[in-house]
């Protein structure tokens, strides 16, 4: 299916902040693009300037059994945001519980939101392994895995490359690796960084320094792309996208690649 998950086994590492200004690229380069937030922390939402009142999301949606699409924004930059929702922890965990034990309900939703080749779902996903991550696993042509250039990624990649975070190869979808909120000044960055990318070769879908402009342009409610256009952390998202573009394939191959999955 034409979908795109950003995931990583730890938190905090930038799979919100890379969903939402990868999907405000992906946009520019033509793809309809539905972001879609599955971390109940509802934080997709902010980067795209929804009021933290606003209870709007795919879980009031399931509650109703109303189409998803009847909950998403509109947004500025021309991305469709379908936010988490105001729901609780504990209604998210009887959710959690749903989803485990009716595997396919949420590809067959997701399923609904894609009305043509050019449309593409971006995902966000809660950190580490959660029922969403499993059933987005089934169903994504493009899985992304983010990791920072520390240790601590680092040790982690045996376990990814052996597919015991999401699946991949053969017909799993392809998983990709950026390796995020890089500092070139910091030795142990610069080793960690040349360690993963002799590792991961053309898994690695790209390296984004760090950049205060990420947390200032979520501050102003903005994509990278808006609030700084000539930053390192523009370009970088800029570049990510183009890969992802690149990957999919042109305007006439693309359905037909989407569609063999
Ligand atoms: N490349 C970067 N340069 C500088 N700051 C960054 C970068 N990427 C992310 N950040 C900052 O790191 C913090 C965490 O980012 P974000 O919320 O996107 O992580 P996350 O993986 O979605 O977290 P969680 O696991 O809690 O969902 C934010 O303050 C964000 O602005
Ligand atoms: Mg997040």
Do not use: C
């Not at 994509?223 to 573009?245: E, F, G, R």
């Amino acid at each position: 299916m034409p979908i795109i998950f950003f995931s990583s086994p730890k938190g905090g590492v930038g799979k919100t902040t890379l969903t939402s200004n990868v999907s405000v690229a992906l946009r520019r380069l033509g793809w309809q693009v539905i972001a879609i937030d599955f971390d109940v922390q509802n934080a997709l939402r902010l980067h795209f300037g929804v009021t933290v009142e606003d209870g709007r999301g795919f879980t009031t949606a399931v509650r109703s059994t109303r189409p998803w699409l009847e909950q998403a924004w509109d947004t500025a930059s021309g991305v469709r945001l379908i936010p988490f929702g105001a729901i609780g922890n504990a209604d998210n965990t009887q959710l959690e519980r749903f989803l485990q034990d009716h595997p396919g309900w949420l590809g067959q939703h997701l399923a609904r939101l894609v009305d043509g080749p050019s449309t593409l779902v971006v995902a966000d996903t809660p950190p580490g392994p959660s029922p969403y991550l499993a059933e987005l696993d089934k169903l994504a042509a493009l899985k992304v895995a983010i990791l920072l250039s520390d240790a601590t990624s680092f040790s982690l990649l045996p376990k990814l490359q052996d597919g015991e975070f999401v699946s991949h190869g053969g017909d799993h979808g392809r998983l990709l690796y950026i390796v995020n909120q890089v500092d070139l000044r910091r030795r142990l960055n610069r080793d960690v960084l040349g360690a993963l990318r002799s590792q991961l070769r053309d898994s690695l879908l790209g390296a984004v320094h760090q950049d205060e402009a990420f947390a200032e342009a979520v501050a102003f409610q903005q994509s990278v792309l808006d609030y700084a256009p000539s930053s390192v952390a523009a370009y970088d998202t800029a570049a990510i996208a183009q890969s992802i573009h690149h990957l999919l394939g042109d305007t006439g191959s693309r359905s037909a690649r989407l569609a063999s999955r």
